[in-house]
């Protein structure tokens, strides 16, 4: 343990002070004197590293996080000024946007703007139109006084952030989830009245909120107390006629849509029901546009006409392809729509009526962003990153064709002399499996090669490649990261999550510990080199990797883990993953969840490999009572010396919106751990 204290301390000292975070603010508490320019902290490198927030501390009362997509709006308001000549300074703009909707003077609110075109044209709009918007952020932070603890987040757009802050004076695993205002979607209820639809989530109800009266008089609009286990997302057409609601099952992909015309007075309309399949979509005038998969478990876009609203008559846009369709956008009046092929991205541009016009070309594969426009601009934003391509943003001009680089995350890292492979292996079953692998150029392929496998495999979601400035840590000291698309993400479509899910979970599990195979038979590296890494159903993938392939591996860091699966669905809101996992309640299910559920198959006197698990006391999702019980467990059963270690930290969840200093302290943690354990820097 001695060593990993010296190789914590080293790696405190590189990563408060050196190239790692690079201009990540002065000091390990990132506090931020006032006399800080908000450019100043724009300018920043905040986020070079993947997942990272900033905290703003004034006076130790006050703070604001950036999120990712807050810095890309302020990114794009800068460019919006300098490309405009906007008359005022970009310091005393958002000092306007600071003063003018008092957000400094209050305790636990955090801002998130998605759509930077809305925080801009505020600016450039009449007296009546700027009040109203100052007007809208007033009346939400009303609901600050009916709140008893956590935080409140203000949408200007569309946007979901859970930030939860533990503290040893609440009680444990508890919160008031009515702390946080889930969705907002402005719009007009009529000629001289403005409110905007609030969705409450503790009871999953959708409420009318009208500008200036008490928040306790609101009005209800939609609830479903008939499945406690139902959460709702809301749209308003861009003329603020139509209000479409979604309702999720738990975490499944299978939804129903509701809708109304607020022109009329009567109630709420099921559009689509049953539950079969996912929608998700957009609303221009009176035609939703909707991504789903039903008939077509690669996606599709289909259109319905919500004056004559009937599912049976809906119109395919654009029909299903051998890529993902993974989201789409309407700006300029056009389908900009995201593939991911191959799992990593492809967007393409159709018109309205699902005309194909041109494909976009990026520098090398990787990931793009969801576009950010309106549905009349003549220009959207992308962002654009792979594990050796710093995040970038793009402007794509609908009238010229032209793709124009306005920004690039200004890292301290060089990723060229770095190569990323994408290769192919078969999966127990011979199911061909894509993985990312990314090491120095030129490595010598001799099986002594520390190497980091990590995946996730659940969910539908997406491995898709990313930069960490993190990473480097690990490829500078002669690591290789790896990453393969396990069944059960969405990478290949709703069959290949399908195929890691339920009685098929299993699938996931070999698929990783194939990749493990394929790296140790190709000489990437050996069983004394290899580490593995997961966290929440990532922790699940590690946590059952080691306890049935003990012997492929010499380090496992298992964070937010879920391992009882037998009883999983007992705590905190895990019972909303029951579509995915399954319940032990149900005989049937039973039985494949024990099969594979980590903790229960635990052996005495097996030679385990050193083990790294974590948890938050705080967190709401994943009980840390899955690593508590697992480190108890393979404690006792273990027959090696290698250690087994269990960090619970009390004032963290589920790992969102951890300040800067801890997430350091987490990335020193588990370097310090993985060089200890393999050796690297002795």
Known sequence: MGYMRVVKLIFLSVIIGGSFTHAWLAGSDLTVPVSFSFEDVINTRILSAREIDTVIDRDDTTFVYLTKE????????????????????????????????????????????????????????????????????????????????????????????????????????????????????????????????????????????????????????????????????????????????????????????????????????????????????????????????????????????????????????????????????????????????????????????????????????????????????????????????????????????????????????????????????????????????????????????????????????????????????????GGIFCLPNLRGGGEYGEKWHRDGMLENKQNVFDDFIAAAEWLISQGYTSPEKLAIRGGSNGGLLVGAALVQRPDLFKAVICSVPLLDMVRYHKFLIARYWIPEYGSSEDPEQFEYIYAYSPYHHVVKGTAYPAVFLKAGESDMRVHPSHARKMAAALQNATSSEAPILLDIERKTGHGQGQPISMQIEKYADNYAFLFWQLGIGK
């Open 70 to 477: 807050l810095y890309r709006s302020v990114l794009f308001l800068r460019d919006y000024m300098h490309e405009y000549a906007f008359s005022k300074s970009f310091d005393q703009l958002l000092n306007t946007v600071q003063n003018g909707w008092k957000i400094f003077p209050y305790d636990d609110v955090v801002v998130a703007v998605q759509d930077a075109l809305d925080f801009f044209r505020a600016y450039q709009e009449d007296t009546k139109d700027k009040k109203q918007s100052y007007d809208v952020v007033k009346e939400l932070l009303k609901y600050k006084e009916l709140l008893s603890n956590g935080d409140v987040i203000i949408k200007v757009t569309l946007y979901e952030q859970n930030l939860t802050r533990g503290c040893r004076k609440r009680p444990r695993h508890k919160v008031n989830c009515n702390a946080m205002v889930k969705e907002i979607c402005t719009l007009s209820v009529d000629k001289d009245d403005k409110g905007f639809f609030i969705l409450l989530p503790t009871c999953e109800k959708v409420y009318l909120h009208k500008l200036g009266e008490n928040p306790e008089n609101d009005e209800l609009i939609f609830q479903r107390p008939d499945m406690k286990e139902l959460g709702f997302g809301m749209q308003i057409s861009n003329d603020d006629r139509y209000l479409v609601i979604y309702g999720y099952l738990g975490s499944s992909r299978k939804n129903e849509v509701y809708f109304k015309d607020l022109n009329n007075h009567g109630e709420i309309d099921t559009l689509i029901s049953g539950f079969n399949n996912y929608y998700e979509g957009d609303i221009i005038d009176s035609i939703l546009y909707l991504r789903t998969n039903e008939n077509a478990p690669n996606f599709k876009i289909i259109a319905i006409n919500l004056k004559n609203p009937n599912p049976d008559s809906a119109k395919e846009i654009i029909s299903e392809s051998d890529d993902m369709l993974s989201s789409f956008a309407i700006i300029n009046n056009m389908l900009v729509v995201k593939y991911l092929h191959n799992a990593h991205s492809r967007v393409k541009i159709f018109d309205i009526n699902g005309s194909f016009i041109k494909e976009l070309e990026f520098p090398t594969l990787g990931s793009v962003g969801k576009p950010t426009g309106r549905w009349k601009d003549d220009e959207m934003f992308l962002s654009f990153s792979s594990f050796t391509y710093p995040r970038t943003i793009y402007r794509y001009d609908f009238n010229t064709g032209v793709l124009t680089e306005i920004y690039r995350d200004p890292v301290k890292v060089d990723p060229s002399g770095y190569v990323t492979k994408q290769v192919w292996y078969n999966s127990k079953d011979g199911t061909p499996v894509s993985m990312f692998i990314v090491h120095k150029e030129g490595m010598n392929l001799n099986g002594n090669n520390p190497a980091l496998l990590t995946g996730y495999g659940g969910f539908t979601i997406n491995e898709t490649p990313y930069f960490s400035s993190s990473n480097y840590i690990w490829l500078e000291n």
